[in-house]
């Protein structure tokens, strides 16, 4: 189920749906999505859907992982991006291999935890992580040339669009959790001018507040 096949089939199928980046494709591919589920779900890894991951929340699905990563290498690869909302993990180690350096901020300190455990294991190093609420985005390393946040705001939060660079892209999808969420595609283009194009309806968790054990 895990097999190099089924991978291959993952990424024909990203293919279809309109995946064009090469290296996007290529990491898709090899990164071993089956170590970042329970061993229960491991069979679907290689399915184009999210699937539950503990405390209520969602490994995204490979699309949107995908779809979003692709977004964040235009017009050329960022040095470093900040993610908001580490999850499983998955997204921070697919971004890890096309990005010399990730962030990654995590509000859930269970999550976050078995996330480091799996990025250890498969030997992803250039990672940082930080256990808190992510809307506030982790300033001292900012600004950002690219910041992906992975669970749904009503809009995109003051403080990450400050930490946003000139020149710099945030992919963010925003909504209401019962109503549609649509993915933002957000440039800053000066100290005070923000662009903004609305790309794919999507369903994420919501951005909550605070941080949890
Ligand atoms: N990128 C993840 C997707 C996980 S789902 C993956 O690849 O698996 C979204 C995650 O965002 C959840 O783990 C949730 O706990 C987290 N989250 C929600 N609100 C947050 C906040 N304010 N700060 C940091 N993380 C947050």
Redesign the pocket.
């Given at each position: 189920m895990t097999s190099q096949r089924t991978r291959d089939r993952l990424v024909e199928r990203l293919r279809d749906k309109g995946i064009t980046d090469e290296r996007v494709l290529e990491v898709m591919r090899t990164t071993p999505r089956h170590l970042?589920i329970d061993e229960a779900l491991a069979h679907r890894a290689y399915e184009d859907s999210s699937l539950p991951?503990s405390?209520g929340?969602?490994?995204?699905q490979p699309y949107i992982?995908a779809k979003m990563t692709e977004l964040l290498l235009q017009p050329r690869v960022p040095d470093f991006v900040l993610?908001?909302?580490?999850?499983?993990?998955?997204?921070?180690?697919?971004l890890s291999r096309l990005v010399p350096k990730v962030y990654?901020?995590?509000?859930?300190s269970a999550?976050l935890d078995k996330?480091r455990q799996v990025h250890r294991e498969i030997g992803l190093r250039n990672i940082y992580s930080k256990h808190?609420?992510?809307?506030w985005g982790w300033p001292e390393n900012g600004p950002y040339p690219a910041i992906?946040v992975?669970?749904a705001?009503e809009k995109a939060p003051d403080s990450l669009l400050q930490q946003l660079a000139v020149g710099g892209r945030m992919v963010i999808p925003v909504g209401s959790l019962s109503g549609d969420q649509q993915l933002k595609l957000i440039t800053r283009v000066s100290a005070t001018d923000y662009e903004e194009r609305t790309l794919d309806a999507v369903r994420?968790?919501?951005?909550?507040?605070?941080?949890v054990r």
């Open positions: 970042f991951i405390q929340q969602t490994i995204s992982v993610e908001v909302g580490t999850g499983s993990g998955y997204q921070s180690a697919v990654t901020v995590e509000r859930i999550l996330a808190s609420d992510g809307s992906m992975t669970a705001p994420f968790v919501p951005l909550l507040d605070g941080s």
